[in-house]
């Protein structure tokens, strides 16, 4: 067992640094050492299931949404603990975002969110962590659905939580709950992103110190992404790209799968008669036909 833990603890960097390639050919090996030594030892179970929640999540993030749920419901099978299932239940309520399946997140969240919410004044960070994420899933899918008194109900709520954990919770070992009030404030302004409030975007970011957080996709990139589209809407498109280049830097792997980063780009480029060099060479690299 100490083989398969040691291996994935050491592939960490990957993972939190978008590195697609390089786990493509990491994974299979190690998820075919995960199975075999459940095989002789049923207590390697919990071991599999955070593989198998990395790999849902690695799926999801390359839109592979077919195998992404067959990781997620193979890893919620072998989780160990409640908190284990939660994390994983967090990622699948991604995977379903993606999907545009609201009504199943918004259901699967909230239920979530009841059954693992905790008394506050004596929780523990990583539960804080479960139940603050279960409602910032239920928020961002009824901002969708076009319920937003459910949505502002729901991230009052995460923010309760993450005020009760006092600042961003990062674990090393498991980039996945981060958890804290500026992962509430970047969810804000996604849901004013949604509803169509880029003044407000704006505004919020003011205050979200990006350049101290680390450029995980779960995170930072997303919101910057949400900056990057208010300043478009906003006619700012020399904003909205330096900020499309900034992501591109410390994420190149992680732009290339965004659909949403195309779309963006394509509104800053679509009227105009000429492009730039730069603005080529972005478009070829997220593959954006111009």
């Known amino acids: 067992m100490e083989g398969v833990r040691s291996v994935l603890a050491a592939s960490m960097p990957l993972w939190k640094n978008d590195h697609y390639s390089e786990l493509a050919a990491v994974l299979p090996p190690l998820l075919r050492d995960a199975d075999a030594l459940v095989d002789v030892d049923r207590s390697a179970r919990g071991l599999r299931s955070r593989l198998l929640h990395l790999t849902g999540w690695l799926l999801t993030q390359t839109r592979q949404y077919e195998a992404a749920e067959t990781a997620l419901r193979r890893g919620l099978d072998d989780a160990d603990n409640p908190l284990e299932a939660a994390a994983i239940v967090n990622t699948h309520c991604w995977l379903l975002l993606r999907q545009g399946e609201l009504e199943q997140t918004r259901q699967m969240a909230s239920r979530w969110a009841d059954d693992v919410e905790p008394r506050v004044s004596r929780a523990t960070p990583n539960e804080l962590s479960a ?80 350049a101290g957080l680390l450029p995980t996709s779960n995170n930072r990139n997303r919101h910057m992404l949400d900056v990057a589209d208010a300043h478009r809407r906003s006619r700012e498109y020399g904003e909205a790209f330096e900020i499309l280049q900034q992501i591109r830097r410390d994420s190149p792997e992680w732009i290339v799968n965004q659909r949403y980063a195309r779309d963006i780009l394509q509104g800053i480029i679509g009227k105009r008669r000429t492009l730039t060099a730069d603005m080529r060479d972005m478009a070829d690299f997220v593959r954006l036909e111009y």
């Open 131 to 210: 139940w603050g994420w279960m409602l910032l899933r239920t928020s961002a899918a009824a901002a969708r659905d076009n319920r937003p008194g459910e949505a502002e109900d729901a991230i009052r709520l995460a923010r309760a939580a993450a005020v009760a954990m006092g600042r961003e919770m990062a674990p090393a070992e498991d980039f996945l709950r981060t958890f804290g009030p500026v992962t509430v404030a970047m969810k804000r302004a996604e849901n004013a992103m949604i509803e169509d409030r880029p003044d407000k975007v704006l505004q919020l970011s003011q205050h979200i110190p990006t």
